[in-house]
């Protein structure tokens, strides 16, 4: 790339930092000290902290995609990668900080973009198990992602469906529908 070419793209994205006609005459760059050869050994800090935060039981996760055969609630797909992993995500309908327990019952197994958008609200699922969409709030596009007919298929076990009130917490607590 010419100089003079180089010289009018730092001009434009730099403009507010730079004089731009002092670029024609600029001093070489030099690397400040330390910059230089990287050091054969570096000693990373070890900051230790304490942090407080609910539990979350990993037998959870597990209960809840087995329960849903490790297929998305709202989209109905089943996609495991090439190391064998599952590719849904156990989402809490009651989340864990508004005293949600770790029950199967308050468990979907959803696709990563499903679970974005249940937990900002943009979908819920009513006691009949119609999927609700946010119409004002949700892409246009959404309709194509989730199962066709517009309604879950919940685990055959009803001891493993989804409990009404974490539904309904749901929808009246995050679902912007």
Known sequence: MPDAEFDLIIAAGFAPLVDAGSLANRPEISLPVGFGDEPANFERPIIERLTRRPFRDAAFALSVKRA??????????????????????????????????????????????????FDRGLVSVAEDFMILTAKAAAPEALSRLLLPGGRIRPPDRPEWRPHPQFLRWHRENVFKG
């Open 68 to 117: 849903w055969s490790d297929t998305c609630a709202l989209t109905g797909l089943k996609i495991i990668n090439g190391g064998g992993r599952i590719e849904a995500q156990a989402a809490h309908i009651r989340p864990v900080e508004h005293a949600g327990p770790d029950s199967v019952r308050n468990g979907m197994a959803l696709s990563a973009t499903a679970h974005w958008m």
